[in-house]
């Protein structure tokens, strides 16, 4: 297919260049190569020229080595067996146990690294579609370091109890525990202090005596957390109570709708004992759904800490998990599936890391005084999981055929892109007629 922008040119003269057959608005020979130029950027009427990003002077070339510091990453694996018991020779698997460690550190250096990024784009009262694929790709850069760090354990593994045991003495009063940057991720993601199994009855920032570690952690916990800005931004979700499209109401009587086929499939049972456990089954089904619906059971909940979230966030996280197929709601639906595996993750790494403490040292007690794999196994639990009201939202689902019907207004205000939190003006005011035949195919399908 022939460009539209060019068109052939009369011949004449017979030793025409190539560049004499295109012409662009009229332009030929060198002036058609200048435009091309000029509207790619390249041209002479360009003002904006790349920067060439290199060092002052050859004295300073970088290498491999010296960019990556590997004169002191490589020379940072002290082995206290051979340090501090030199009539010894040194034990073999405290070298692995550095490293592995060592990589913890280093990848939750990146993951703080990227939550801070994260926190900076939720922070802001609009978030649009050109932060999407950004918070996306960086919530699932974190989801692979942590496969990543549970796949570490299986390698510390190979290090047998008898192994372990012959260096472990030297390492008390050292323990995880002490792990800054790993209480940095809980805070900075947003696990609260009163979720937190108190370690030895003292508040685990006892751990952390130094005024600049106190500094950081007061300030992971002072500042907003993801959490705390993921339940801010679905608090915006369109749609929850619009003009044009009330979700909790609708999702109300959608439940309600819902609740009374589970009741009619259960009393038209014909086996007694099947019957009575269908209807007892549908009671506990309407528990269920009422502590979502009503708001003061919600707020009980949260206060007794068994939800994390504002009801509004709730049900906008709902919301988009029912119309997830709207391509408005693709990218947020995507970034609430990434933090749920991520809080999996860390559980996974945690239960990961207690197996391996049991089977090293069995129900002995931690090098740095805790109870080791009991304390461990409590930090397995719910509590610890920050994200888990968005997990719990699979309780509240409902059929599709049950889900709410969209209105042609806000289907049409989900299928258009927001940039700079402004829908496109022109396509928002192009609202299709309600009496059209076009219209009430839509919102009836």
Known sequence: MACPYARPVEHQNETSTATDKLTINGSVNNEALAEILSLTGYGSTSSVQPELKRLPSSDELVTYSNYLQLNKLLDSQLLLSSKLDQNKSTIHDEHLFIIIHQSFELWFKQIIWEIDSLRYIFINNIMDETHMFVSINRLQRCAQIWHLLCDQISILETMTPLDFMEFRSYLSPASGFQSLQFRLIENKLGLTDKLRVVYNQVSYKNAFPSESE????INSIEQPTLLVLVERWLERTPGLEDSNF?????YKRSVVQYIKFLQTNAESE???TAHDAAIEDVKKTADTFRSLIDEKFHQQLVARGERRMSHRALLGALMIMLYREQPRFQGPYQILSLLMDIDALITKWRYNHLILVQRQIGNKQGTGGSAGYSYLRSTC??????FIDL????SFLIPREFIPKLTSAMRLRLSIASVDGILDEEN???TPDTNSEESNSISND
């Open 214 to 217: 106190q500094r950081e952690l």
């Open 391 to 394: 997990c719990n939202l699979a």
């Open 381 to 386: 639990s719910d509590r610890y999981k920050i």
């Open 428 to 430: 928002e005011c192009q």
């Open 270 to 272: 014909p086996n007694p």
């Open 246 to 250: 009330n979700f909790r109401e609708g």
